[in-house]
């Protein structure tokens, strides 16, 4: 059976294809001038789930870099802490010991050994309250701007015992950024001398005490040991998870990039490859423009009608 052709039929058919090759060229000029493989979802869904499954992730692992950065700032402020802390303690240890020559120090000797011991005391309290964008380092989760203060009786921590400051660095790996205040300077409600927790600001005032009225503060090199261990123990500690923490950041960083390139991969054309595509789509819409003017012409019967 022969089908039948009508002038109008082969006008419509020809509008067709004339309106497809526009269209074709239309979203390869969007493309070449965007950039970008699709424009709207509908374009090319599983593309586009692609697409967005990607950028999500390439979030969330910037927000991980980001959190080990802010993380790696607190460590860095600690680790100089707890370097001065200890430098300052040994010092304190130093005047001990030579203020432990009863036989050979007068009296204003060891008021100026006891001052010094008194200034170590005061910078060792200000590291003590080092702070980190407003908040202290060894205070927890608590939002005070120090860990310790002295009340005039006494001396007391203001922290948040017990709690800790972590960042996400990974979805499954959270890492400590902060560090136990009442670990590192000792707990100052501890009244046994003897015990490894006596309050550091509580045994250099012992000391200083203890040379302005004559006696040997040898007793004291013991616990000043104990104090001087916990801050190096604490600053190992620290150090391994400044470690973590900037293993974290290359990781993140390097995985980040790896996904802009896939993402670059899923969203982004082929310039050269895309500008070929439009000089032929263009060949070809000007090849329909041309047949369309053979086919569309007037006939008798438009001018009878």
């Given at each position: 059976m022969i089908s039948r052709v009508?002038?109008?039929?082969?006008?419509?058919?020809?509008?067709?294809?004339?309106?497809k090759n526009l269209s074709a060229m239309a979203k390869l000029q969007e493309q070449a001038s965007s950039g970008k493989k699709i424009a709207k979802v509908s374009d090319d869904p599983a593309r586009?789930?692609?697409s967005m499954s990607l950028r999500a992730e390439r979030a969330a692992t910037q927000q991980y870099?980001?959190?080990?950065?802010?993380g790696l700032s607190w460590l860095n402020v600690i680790d100089s802490s707890l370097t001065s802390t200890a430098?300052?303690?040994r010092r304190a240890r130093d005047l001990t010991?030579?203020?432990?020559?009863?036989?050979?120090?007068?009296?204003?000797?060891r008021e100026a050994v006891a001052a010094e011991i008194?200034?170590?005391?005061?910078?060792?309290?200000e590291q003590a309250n080092t702070q980190y964008l407003g908040r202290s380092v060894f205070a927890g989760t608590s939002s005070a701007g120090h860990a310790f203060e002295d009340t005039g009786t006494g001396y007391a921590f203001t922290g948040a015992a017990g709690t800790s400051v972590e960042r996400r660095i990974a979805a499954d790996v959270t890492v400590r950024v902060d560090a136990d205040g009442a670990s590192v300077f000792g707990?100052?409600?501890?009244?046994?001398?003897?015990?490894?927790?006596?309050?550091?600001?509580?045994?250099l005032d012992d000391i200083a005490n203890t040379l302005r009225t004559g006696g040997d503060p040898q007793s004291a090199l013991n616990q000043l040991d104990t104090r001087i261990d916990a801050v190096l123990n604490t600053a190992t500690t620290v150090g391994a998870r400044t470690n973590q923490v900037e293993s974290a950041i290359s990781l993140t960083s390097y995985k980040s990039e790896t996904l802009r390139t896939d993402i670059s991969s899923v969203e982004d054309i082929d310039l050269a490859q895309t500008i070929m595509d439009l000089k032929l789509q263009e060949v070809a819409y000007q090849s329909s423009l041309n047949a369309s003017a053979r086919v569309l012409q007037p006939t008798l019967l438009d001018f009878l009608r």
């Open positions: 009508t002038q109008q039929s082969a006008q419509r058919s020809v509008l067709a294809n004339m309106q586009a789930s692609d870099t980001r959190n080990a950065q802010d430098s300052m303690l010991v030579q203020g432990s020559n009863l036989g050979t120090m007068s009296a204003q000797a008194d200034g170590i005391k005061a910078g060792i309290m707990d100052p409600t501890e009244t046994d001398p003897a015990s490894p927790n006596y309050n550091v600001f509580v045994l």
